[in-house]
């Protein structure tokens, strides 16, 4: 069964930046579909940025957050750089076995139990 657990939230101010790290137990990340997703209170679940093959990025994030994958500690990571008070929220890790739709909130079958990210202005 797989497992992800994320971690490395926290407080930073506006402009700067933090690594989130989720860490897969169960089965190995290197063909399997991991995608971060965050929530803010009284909002839908959005779209970060997923990894498979090739990187996915949601538009509000673009240039700014990175997502990358080593297969040796079997972790995703997300730097998150130039950080805004929007950007404020619980960031939730996933995994996919389809490859197809990375952005697409129903596609992932596993959840982490999410970090929280606040940023202040």
């Known amino acids: 069964q797989v497992q992800l657990v994320e971690s490395g939230g926290g407080l930073v101010q506006a402009g700067g930046s933090l690594r989130l790290s989720c860490t897969a137990s169960?089965?190995?990340?290197?063909?399997?579909?991991v995608g971060w997703f965050r929530q803010a209170p009284g909002k839908e679940r959005e779209f970060v940025a997923a990894i498979s093959f090739t990187e996915y990025y949601g538009d509000s994030v673009r240039g700014r957050f990175t997502i990358s994958r080593d297969d040796a500690k079997n972790t995703v990571h997300l730097q998150m750089n130039n950080l805004k008070p929007e950007d404020t929220a619980v960031y939730y890790c996933?995994?996919?076995?389809?490859?197809?739709?990375?952005?697409?909130?129903?596609?992932?079958?596993?959840w982490g139990q999410g970090t929280q990210v606040t940023v202040s202005s």
């Open positions: 169960g089965r190995t990340l290197d063909d399997y579909g």
């Open positions: 996933a995994g996919a076995d389809s490859l197809e739709n990375l952005w697409l909130v129903d596609d992932y079958e596993v």
